[in-house]
């Protein structure tokens, strides 16, 4: 099992940046794949960015270049840097793993979540 927490979450304006952090713990198995994904009241949650334990990234298209993953050297933490919020950034963000993939990517489909935190871009 893998335990996963998320901060970093906040306000910020249009146009800001923030650093989201997702520690992680438990088995490393589990973590091969780590990924955030978001949700805003009344849409459907869709993936922002992914990390495979060998450093290999992927992002939707929805952040891309406008968002950087990576992760410490221990593969502990893993950090989801944002620049250029507009409001419809506003969501709740969280980090999950054991996620089906499909394509290399990874779905929704998710066994371990943390509990989320919040961005909100006014």
């Known amino acids: 099992h893998v335990q996963l927490v998320e901060s970093g979450g906040g306000t910020v304006q249009t146009g800001g940046s923030l650093r989201l952090s997702c520690a992680a713990s438990g088995s490393t198995a589990s973590r091969v794949c780590v990924a955030w994904f978001r949700q805003a009241p009344g849409k459907e949650r869709e993936g922002v960015a992914h990390?495979?334990?060998?450093?290999?990234?992927g992002y939707a298209d929805s952040m891309k270049g406008r968002v950087t993953i990576s992760q410490d050297n221990a593969k502990n933490n893993v950090y989801l840097e944002m620049n250029s919020l507009v409001t419809d950034d506003t969501a709740m963000y969280s980090c999950?793993?054991?996620?089906?993939?499909?394509?290399?990517?990874?779905?929704?489909?998710?066994?371990?979540w943390g509990q989320g935190t919040q961005v909100t871009v006014s």
């Open positions: 999950a793993a054991k996620c089906a993939m499909v394509s290399g990517r990874p779905t929704g489909a998710c066994t371990c």
């Open positions: 990390v495979i334990r060998d450093g290999r990234t």
